[in-house]
């Protein structure tokens, strides 16, 4: 087995405060990510800690090296509300997202049990052609994709992510020398034959979080997930906006999405015009 790597020593700052809004842009918009410290606090991690494990586990019983992931979190759970009230995360997703005026994008939650497969290699953007689907008409946009709370902390061992520097930027490629095979999980390495692990390629960056940081990175930054070696079900959850307004395409709402928009409290409300839900 390939040693798990350890955090990387970058010529570069990548961890802020939450009060640094203009270097967490500046570093997003020029590697493609930005981590910021201490931004909930341990009653906000508790409360969704305990939303996802009743929404996605509810009867405990995930099998051994499985996963499940809940879209649209945010109609299943009131937790991530809580991060509606929090002014210095709507700050930091208004200076990312570059609109003063927001509307909730995408929410999702995960749970990955001990031994769950690595996460292959990919980007969530799906712009550059026409929607054919909402989720990619969701993704179609150049706000960040990532807005994740790591909520037992994020590193390798934890099945914690991981992202490639700069490689939102327009016309990234793989380093040279590098292929990735199919499946997206390892590297033919140009001269050698025996594959190397997907984490072992110049430009990879696991990120080491604690339950309280935020995970920001950008629309088409390539980001993977590492096996969980525990010691116990990784949690975590995001919640992404885009510029108050519809997608690209008009999409009528979800029936779900009409039932959240019927019943949240007036806090959450403005964040909801145009709000579609996910069906796919």
């Known amino acids: 087995m390939n040693p798990l790597p350890s955090k990387p020593e970058l010529p ?48 405990n019983d995930l099998e051994p090296r499985a996963s499940r992931t809940g879209h649209a979190f945010v109609e299943n759970s009131d937790a991530l509300f809580l991060l509606l009230q929090n ?12 609109s003063e005026d927001l509307t909730i994008n995408r929410s999702a939650a995960i749970v990955r049990n001990l031994g769950s497969a690595i996460v292959s290699w990919h980007s969530d953007w799906s712009g550059g052609k026409q929607p054919e689907r909402l989720g990619q008409a969701l993704n179609h946009g150049e706000w960040p994709s990532g807005l994740w709370f790591y909520l037992n902390g994020s590193c390798p061992k934890r099945g914690g992510l991981c992202i490639m520097e700069d490689s ?30 997907f984490h072992e390629v110049p430009g990879c960056i696991p990120l080491f979080t604690e339950p309280n940081d935020l995970i920001v990175f950008a629309a088409r930054t390539y980001h993977a997930a590492f096996t969980n070696q525990g010691p116990d079900i990784r949690l975590s959850v995001g919640l992404n906006f885009r510029p108050r307004g519809p997608v690209c395409i008009e999409w009528e709402p979800t029936p779900d999405a009409v039932a959240l928009i019927g019943r949240a409290p007036d806090h959450v409300q403005p964040f909801l015009h145009h709000y579609t839900g996910f069906s796919g």
């Open 12 to 59: 570069y700052r990548y961890e802020f405060q939450p009060n640094e809004l203009d270097e967490i842009e500046a570093c997003n918009e020029a590697h493609g990510f930005a981590l910021v410290k201490g931004l909930i606090d341990d009653v906000t991690v508790n409360a969704l800690r305990t939303a996802v494990k009743e929404v996605l586990n509810p009867k």
């Open 87 to 98: 002014e210095e995360f709507l700050a930091i997703s208004r200076k990312v997202t570059h």
């Open 168 to 197: 939102h930027k327009l016309g990234w490629t793989w380093p040279k020398g590098y292929t990735l095979n199919a499946g997206g999980t390892t590297f033919t390495r140009e001269g050698e034959e025996e594959p190397v692990a």
